[in-house]
């Protein structure tokens, strides 16, 4: 069992950064690969983001790409999202999210029905 909690959202101006963190209890977590997702007022979530279970490996949705790093440090669970260059678009609850399948990696790592685990979600609001 895996559990995830978010933190670091908050309100910031256009262009400015925030750093979002993702700590998870459980033993397996440093098999698992891990994603963060967003939902906007109105609009389904989305995916923004996804690393692979040794953090070698990532995934971008364009719309991030270039300003959102993904990172995970496994000496302390814990799983971030840098973003940089914010936009009054990223405005949405961010949640991260973790998956039990360990073997492999692709593209099916940018769905949301590959992850088992989903945390309450954090809020990040961008002024213009």
């Known amino acids: 069992q895996v559990q995830l909690v978010e933190s670091g959202g908050g309100l910031v101006q256009a262009g400015g950064s925030l750093r979002l963190s993702c700590a998870a209890s459980?033993?397996?977590?440093?098999?698992?690969?891990m994603g963060w997702f967003r939902q906007a007022p109105g609009k389904e979530r989305e995916f923004v983001a996804a690393?692979?279970?040794?953090?070698?490996?990532?995934y971008y949705a364009d719309s991030v790409k270039g300003r959102f790093t993904i990172s995970r440090d496994g000496a302390k669970n814990t799983m971030y999202l840098q973003m940089n260059g914010l936009k009054p678009e990223d405005t949405a609850v961010y949640y991260c999210?973790?998956?039990?399948?360990?073997?492999?990696?692709?593209?099916?790592?940018?769905?949301?029905?590959?992850?088992?685990?989903w945390g309450q979600g954090t809020q990040v609001t961008v002024s213009s």
């Open positions: 690393i692979s279970w040794s953090g070698g490996r990532t």
């Open positions: 999210a973790a998956s039990s399948q360990t073997t492999g990696w692709n593209q099916q790592f940018t769905a949301e029905h590959v992850y088992d685990y």
């Open positions: 459980g033993r397996t977590f440093r098999s698992y690969p």
